[in-house]
């Protein structure tokens, strides 16, 4: 039978993050758990916080037809309410609920909002080093992936070099910041200057804001990104923010402001839907409407960043500093980020090599592990170092 090739190229390839966490379990359960110092995965370390649970056993308390029952397709209305007003106190807009679609995370929010923008042959332009599964979901909405490369040395967006790469096919581009692999904010002036590139462009090119590390920031201004340029939909979740990534709970903003919001909002709509999304997990769409103002625990990832960078300086390893989010972006000991991963192994450390993520020469150490991993990973490290010397 002909299956579709391009389901088949993507399940058979695996993502390489996921392969080196398999081989962490295995190590694990070869030479125990505490021997192993697995910086590979994007799973948050903090526990949920305990308002989630009160949440969700105040909603076992309601009658099991209504509890689990379908939603409607784009979310409960006073959660959408709740949500909405959230962002209006916190960003002065005056967003409705209309104006925001619930989704199963932030990669359904991402696959939505590519499907409801592209058209076969547009182009959607990412900033490398990225999140890998964007040129999966923009390929899977028949659109090419273009990349280009942050600023070698700031890593924030590279603005000339996104001009230089826009062509009448641009139909998005993908920002995400704070950044997944680096760790970086991006300014308020990178973001008016991408502003004024995408504004002088020709055509009506959308800025999605992909923004799950939104509320995991270490006292950097990260700027609400509508304000700065009206055409941009923001993709969110509470993977990260709330420490529920396997609840699978989001949501998709195309705000009152954006140009294109009366027909973007049933694009979305019918993205989802054709999708077969149908709607978010009802249980975790009331646990927003309860925990809406609920902060981030940012101190313990604070807690492992000082530790980390400390540490790490203190050997003579490089690395970006990082501003938000939970991922330190270190210079590889040797050109090959995929030879030094291979000597990182010997001492059992499993960062992710910055081939996965479209750049050379860098590692990326997930640091929403225990505090523990941290510090009993600096005696494997000062090894590894020792090897180049
Ligand atoms: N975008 C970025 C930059 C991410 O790092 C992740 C997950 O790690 C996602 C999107 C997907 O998040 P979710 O688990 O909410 O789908």
């Known amino acids: 039978m002909e299956i579709n090739e391009k389901s088949y190229a993507y399940g058979a390839s695996k993502s390489s993050i996921r392969e080196i966490a398999a081989y962490g379990a295995q190590r694990k359960a070869e030479i125990g758990a505490e021997n192993v110092y697995d910086f590979s995965l994007g799973n948050p370390s903090v526990p949920a916080p305990d308002e ?4 969700i056993e105040k909603s076992l308390q309601l009658p099991p037809v209504e509890l689990h029952s379908y939603t409607p397709a784009a979310g409960l209305p006073f959660v959408r309410k709740a949500l909405a007003d959230h962002l209006n106190k916190e960003y002065g807009e005056s967003y409705e609920a209309g104006d925001l679609y619930l989704t199963c995370g932030a990669a359904a929010s991402l696959t939505i909002t590519f499907h409801a923008l592209c058209n076969p042959g547009d182009e959607v332009i990412v900033i490398a080093p990225y999140f890998p599964e964007y040129k999966v979901f923009i390929e899977n909405a028949g659109a090419t992936c273009v990349e280009v490369m942050a600023d070698p040395e700031t890593f924030q967006v590279d603005c000339e070099a996104v001009k230089r790469a826009i062509t009448p096919k641009t139909k998005a581009v993908v920002i995400n910041s704070p950044n997944n692999p680096i760790g970086t904010v991006y ?17 009506d090119i959308c800025l999605i804001s992909d923004e799950p590390y939104r509320k995991i920031v270490f006292g950097t201004e990260v700027p609400w ?17 709330l420490s529920l990534p396997g609840e699978r709970i989001g949501w998709v903003l195309v705000p009152n402001t954006n140009p294109n919001h009366d027909r ?6 019918g993205s989802g839907r054709s999708m077969g999304f149908v709607c978010a997990p009802a249980l975790f769409q009331r646990v927003l409407a309860d925990c809406v103002e609920v902060p981030s625990d940012v101190e313990a990832y604070a807690r492992n960043r000082e530790a980390l960078t400390k540490g790490l300086s203190e050997l003579g390893y490089e690395y970006i500093e990082p501003e938000g989010a939970f991922y330190l972006w270190v210079k590889s000991l040797e050109p090959d980020e ?15 090599p910055s081939d996965s993520f479209g750049c050379h020469g860098w590692i990326r150490v997930g640091y929403c592990v225990s505090y523990d991993t941290i510090v009993n990973s600096m005696p494997a490290w000062k090894k590894l170092k020792e090897l180049y010397a």
Do not use: H, M, W
């Open 52 to 55: 989630v649970r009160q949440s």
């Open 225 to 241: 990104v509508p304000d700065i340029y009206p055409n941009t939909v923001v993709c969110y979740s509470y993977s990260k923010s």
């Open 338 to 352: 995929n030879a030094f991963f291979e000597n990182c192994k010997k001492f059992e450390l499993l960062p992710v």
């Open 264 to 269: 973007l909002i049933p694009a979305v709509a």
């Open 187 to 203: 300014s308020r002036k990178t973001l008016e200057y991408l502003a004024q590139v995408l504004s002088e462009a020709e055509g």
